[in-house]
């Protein structure tokens, strides 16, 4: 089946605008989680949800940063603002909470350059 | 602090000749051990997960050890396609109700023909 989807694959902004990265998990995939990479760098943590809610957002860097996932489905990243520092690649995991591994399927990513 | 870390950071085989990754962790609790393969440009993809010391799991020229502060990646006879960055991550613990994932900075791994 269909893996995790993330749209743009690229996206170039300039300081100070505002941009929105999409996320289309696995279908049946309850949770969600976003991760932003940076090169040469392992993924670090930004939000999980769980259905429709934010469970945990304690990786969001600042109050730039607003995810949603209104119907518990698809989830949009939005950045206000943007900074050079907020390149990096932003990555999507979905998972399937009662699997033994609860594994995390991840999608290919956003690579975010703000100049 | 809760921390990952990942040695070398960098590995150059010749095919056939087998080597190890080290994947070290300080967390408060260990709930389980990821391993994750990561092509250039694209998402990491699960290999293996561990929960418990002593625990080993092999897929093809892949193994995979967890002791109580360590993991160990190794690879058998590695061929040019093995070529990856391979990331370790833990899930700790107290995270159960998120399953949040702590990752290390990896090792990129380049077997040459």
């Known amino acids: 089946g269909a893996g995790v989807s993330q749209t743009p694959s690229n996206k170039v902004t300039e300081k100070g605008k505002y941009v929105e990265l999409r996320c289309d998990p696995i279908s049946g995939h309850t949770a969600l989680y976003w991760y932003r990479q940076s090169l040469g760098q392992g993924p670090e943590f930004l939000i999980y949800?769980?259905?429709?809610?934010?469970?945990?957002d304690s990786g969001l860097p600042n109050d730039r940063f607003f995810a949603v996932r209104p119907e518990g489905s698809v989830s949009t990243l939005k950045i206000q603002r943007t900074e050079r520092g907020d390149s990096a690649v932003y990555l999507c995991?979905?998972?399937?909470?009662?699997?033994?591994?609860?594994?995390?399927?991840f999608g290919p990513g956003t690579r975010l350059t703000v100049l | 602090e809760d921390q990952v870390t990942q040695s070398p950071e960098a590995l150059r085989l010749q095919e056939g000749e087998s080597s190890s990754l080290n994947c070290s962790y300080t967390v408060s609790g260990l709930r389980g051990l990821f391993w994750y393969r990561q092509d250039p440009g694209k998402g990491p993809e699960f290999l293996f997960t561990?929960?418990?010391a002593g625990e080993e799991k092999e897929k093809e020229r892949l193994k995979a050890t967890l002791t109580k502060k360590e993991s160990f990646l190794h690879i058998t006879a590695p061929k040019p396609e093995d070529s990856a960055t391979y990331l370790c991550a833990v899930r700790m613990i107290g995270s159960s109700n998120t399953g949040k994932l702590i990752f290390g900075q990896g090792t990129t791994l380049q077997v040459k023909p």
């Open positions: 995991a979905s998972s399937r909470p009662g699997l033994k591994n609860n594994e995390q399927f």
């Open positions: 561990l929960y418990s």
């Open positions: 949800f769980q259905g429709t809610g934010a469970a945990d």
